[in-house]
């Protein structure tokens, strides 16, 4: 009965640590495409909610670029912190734009037919850091 229950820890461990690593591969290819300016590929990411929102990649890259300066054209991108708000799947994300300041988004995640999506994208206050 004891193997059962690791092998259930084992299985459910593998299975997080995937949606983790398909979480992260999707937000960097995201961030990626932005990059290299491929905004169909940048909206391929998007949920088909998000997608049927926008209609078409030129209107969603057009929201990018201009409310979301940091994210079109990123520096370093560092996923910190994952967690379920009223059944939702939020990922923070920490962007460094072109002049180095940093800035804080949460990303709500869906899975649709095995992949992971981006369904919303909200600016977060960054933290106040003392001494």
């Known amino acids: ?21 398909g979480i992260a591969q999707v ?10 300016g491929e905004i169909a590929e940048a909206f391929s990411y998007a949920s ?40 939702r799947l939020w990922q923070k994300v920490l962007v460094e734009d072109g002049a180095g300041v940093m800035h804080l988004f949460d990303y709500q995640m869906v899975e649709q037919d095995g992949a992971w999506r981006i369904n919303a994208v909200r600016r977060l206050p960054f933290p106040d850091v003392g001494v």
Do not use: D, N
């Open 27 to 36: 937000i960097g290819a995201q961030m990626q495409a932005f990059r290299a």
């Open 48 to 87: 088909p909610g998000l997608q049927r929102f926008f209609g078409s990649s030129e209107r969603f890259g057009e929201m990018v670029r201009s409310g979301y300066p940091e994210v079109w054209q990123p520096g370093a991108v560092r996923l910190v912190e994952r967690r379920e708000i009223g059944g």
């Open 1 to 21: 009965m004891r193997w059962i229950l690791v092998l259930t820890m084992m299985l459910w461990g593998a299975v997080a640590h995937a949606s983790e690593r």
